[in-house]
């Protein structure tokens, strides 16, 4: 008799919930032949059939094992919907995160896919075109400026493009071109087709590149045509045309047949820099952003499966995009925190894609103006290559930055010790009003939301906190009522201080306040507020941002939110109206934030032809990121943090984890913290390794929600040193009371 005949054939699957560790199944004769690593199977577990990947054969387990091994319910994908190089990312990221692997796996997957049923094509056979009229003009749609930059659109990519296309580079795009189909502007077509979408629009390239470009970009296609993993920095500064390198190299791949992926920040805060790559590239690019529809992103992640469309442009979750033959991986502003995820998989997406880049063999390049310490160390150790962009495209000159020093611009006097002088202060006043005068525009930055940032009372002293959460309520005068930032839970502004009764002090200037003092002060200007207060859609986004383009806005207020790559040419003064804001977060970061935020605001400004000024109001002139950013000294700044943060041992000279706890039951939670800081304790290596554990202490924010929360922090010369600690924590986690909830943060971001 034949062994082989009763042979039961094992294999590994990673399952699609939160457990670790890979599970063993049987599978059946039937479904052998259909499968292949990475497609999705149908698998039981526990009392319910779900999810899971086939990661390759297992070997036969144990006897008593045996028994209880399960056969497969069914294969779901004739191709894997999973490639090898996407297995391979989520085996990297499960283990450095410390996440199982079967739920890596499934976030990567479109929704279409991350339930257990088979593969729909999403791809309809009828692709809907739009055609701008003839003679169709934007000029005539000046009141309707959503609409207005939708027919620019179109006509800047030839005047024909797919609904879906527009509806990719323009959140809300849908709306305004109905709206446009009504006015005879535009025409809708349908088309039965085969490709995702037409071939052959056109591009809008500059003539000449910047001698600086021009020695980015060969050195860039070398790097290209040698292959090979090759991690590269570009640092240029605002407006050193950083863009233009990115499109080059991504349009020298795709010439080449290669594959190309570019992760971006936000894209509802830069449609320009997608409306660039769109209008260089056409259908081409498959755009991922949180705004689409579940068909939407089912279907830009089939033509990529499919190698129909072969460059990615997204935000963080498109480093799981399964873009085909992988030549070029871009990160564009490379420091925003953004690029951190922080919840559930708690990845850094811009370390994964360094990561990808290695294990695809080929070029990364990280672009910033203000790179992370993190990666400028690794370019001054040689791990990635440098190269700089100093020069403003056409030779702009960099914007002037001047101090306003708040302590003898804005001095608190006896009379005004218990109310907040104006914000604007007479020098800004005075180059705002000459700005406006030139017929030019103004930003004003300040990272406050709300009328008062927080109410005093004037008998006890005390804060007006969130009855939920450990924060200040912010005041809305608008609406007259207070708001936490963290759980959204409002109330009107109370009469007076709960405790005692006395006053409440309105302290701490928020944009809505600035509104105020603008409109006062410029009763003719016309003003936007861009905050997430003022701006709840992308729609609104979109309007506010292309009408301020159009320069129908003279003033932009906001928060960081006006930061972003904005390229407004009219801007010629920006006021960053009190830079200490962030400087005092209990985060060891919060200096290289403060820089960076500053930077990129003073960025806006001179982006025309004509010169940009900046002004830097603050109570800290001698601060360390404020004087630096005024010298525009990145360099000094860099290397005093670095120095610091060495001292100190934090990242990049260290590596860090943080465990996060959170629990309705003040009392266990304090519990759990105290018993994992045991184990972690007991786990450690000999002090020699250098491995250091902070707390448990109360997080800085110690309730959210209602939620108690404790944290405690490993910090290790290497991230390998970190494990000894964390596998013990990791063990005890199943002791731990279901009420105590509990997250692994490596490399985290923020402390708060
Ligand atoms: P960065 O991202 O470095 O701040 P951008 O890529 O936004 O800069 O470029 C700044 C501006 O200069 C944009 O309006 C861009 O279209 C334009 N630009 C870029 N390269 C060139 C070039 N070689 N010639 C003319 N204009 C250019
Ligand atoms: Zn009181
Ligand atoms: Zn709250």
């Not at 002791?735 to 692994?744: C, D, G, T, Y």
């Amino acid at each position: 008799m034949s062994q082989a005949l009763f042979e039961r054939h094992y294999v590994a699957v990673a399952v699609g919930r939160p457990v670790r560790g890979e599970f063993t199944y049987e599978a059946p004769d039937a479904l052998r032949p259909r499968l292949q690593p990475g497609v999705r199977v149908k698998i039981p577990f526990g009392r319910s059939t779900i999810l899971g990947f086939y990661l390759g054969p297992a070997p036969t387990p144990p006897d008593e094992v045996v028994k209880k091994v399960r056969p497969l319910s069914a294969v779901l994908d004739s191709e894997p919907a999973l490639t090898p190089d996407v297995v391979e990312l989520c085996r990297f990221a499960a283990q450095h995160y410390r996440y199982p692997l079967g739920e890596v796996l499934r976030a990567t997957l479109p929704p279409g896919l991350s339930t257990p049923k088979e593969e729909k094509a999403a791809r309809p056979d009828v692709v809907h075109f739009v055609q701008a009229a003839d003679g169709a003009d934007p000029a005539t749609l000046q009141r309707a400026p959503a609409q207005q930059a939708t027919l620019s659109y179109l006509l800047a990519v030839g005047g024909r493009a797919s609904v879906e296309e527009v509806a990719h580079a323009i959140p809300g795009a849908r709306e305004h071109l109905r709206a446009l189909v009504k006015k005879g502007l535009v025409r809708l077509e349908a088309e039965a087709v085969d490709r995702p979408v037409a071939e052959g629009l056109s591009s809008a390239r500059p003539a000449a590149l910047t001698p600086e470009q021009a020695v980015a970009v060969a050195h860039l296609e070398g790097l290209l045509a040698a292959g090979g993993f090759t991690p590269v920095l570009l640092q240029g500064v605002t407006g050193s045309g950083k863009t233009e390198v990115y499109l080059r190299v991504v349009e020298r791949a795709l010439e080449q047949g290669h594959g190309a992926l570019v992760l971006v920040p936000e894209i509802a805060l830069t449609p320009q820099l997608v409306g660039r790559f769109r209008s260089r590239f056409g259908p081409k690019v498959a755009v991922l952003h949180s705004a689409l529809t579940d068909t939407e992103r089912l279907r830009a992640w089939q033509h990529l499966r499919r190698a129909e469309v072969k460059v990615a442009v997204g935000v963080r979750s498109a480093v799981w995009a399964p873009v085909a033959d992988l030549r070029v991986i871009v990160v564009d502003e490379e420091h925003d925190p953004s690029f951190k995820q922080d919840d559930k998989l708690r990845y850094q997406a811009r370390d994964l894609a360094v990561v990808r880049a290695r294990q695809a063999g080929c070029l990364v390049v990280l672009g910033s103006a203000t790179p992370s310490l993190e990666t400028l160390e690794n370019a001054r150790r040689g791990r990635y290559q440098h190269l700089h962009l100093t020069r403003r495209v056409d030779d702009r000159p960099m914007p002037t930055l001047e101090l306003v020093d708040l302590r003898v611009e804005r001095p608190r006097t006896e009379e005004t010790a218990d109310t907040e002088p104006p914000m604007l202060s007479a020098t800004l006043t005075s180059a705002m009003r000459e700005t406006l005068e030139r017929g030019q525009q103004v930003i004003l930055f300040l990272n406050r939301r709300g009328h008062a940032t927080f109410l005093t009372c004037e008998v006890c002293g005390q804060n007006l906190k969130c009855t939920e959460c450990d924060v200040c309520m912010t005041y809305y005068r608008g609406p007259n009522r207070v708001l936490c930032h963290y759980c959204g839970r409002a109330h009107p502004l109370p009469r007076g201080c709960p405790e005692c009764s006395g006053p409440l002090l309105q302290l701490g200037v928020g944009t809505e306040r600035i509104e105020a003092e603008v409109a006062e002060a410029f009763p003719q200007a016309r003003v936007g507020r861009l905050d997430r207060d003022a701006v709840t859609t992308n729609e609104r986004l979109t309007d506010l941002l292309s009408s301020f383009a159009r320069r129908e806005l003279d003033i932009l207020i906001g928060t960081q939110m006006v930061a972003k790559g904005h390229d407004f040419p009219g801007v010629t003064l920006v006021a960053v109206l009190l830079a200490d804001s962030a400087l005092s977060l209990p985060d060891f970061r919060a200096a290289e934030r403060t820089f960076h935020l500053l930077t990129q605001v003073a960025g806006r400004a001179g982006r025309g032809v004509d010169p940009g000024r900046v002004l830097v109001q603050t109570y800290n002139p001698e601060a360390l990121p404020i004087a630096a950013m005024l010298r525009n000294d990145f360099d000094g700044f860099s290397a005093a943090e670095l120095r610091r943060r060495k001292l100190l041992a934090w990242p990049p000279l260290t590596r860090m984890a943080a465990v996060k706890l959170e629990s309705d039951s003040a009392e266990r939670c304090a519990q759990a913290a105290q018993r994992l800081a045991a184990v972690a304790t007991k786990a450690m290596p000999p002090p020699s390794h250098g491995v250091r554990l902070l707390g448990p202490a109360p997080a800085p924010i110690a309730r959210i929600k209602g939620k108690t929360r404790w944290q405690l922090v490993l910090k290790a010369p290497t991230h390998a040193a970190l494990a000894g600690p964390l596998d013990a924590i990791e063990r005890e986690l199943a002791e731990l009371p279901s009420s105590v909830r509990v997250a692994i943060d490596v490399d985290p971001s923020a402390m708060l």
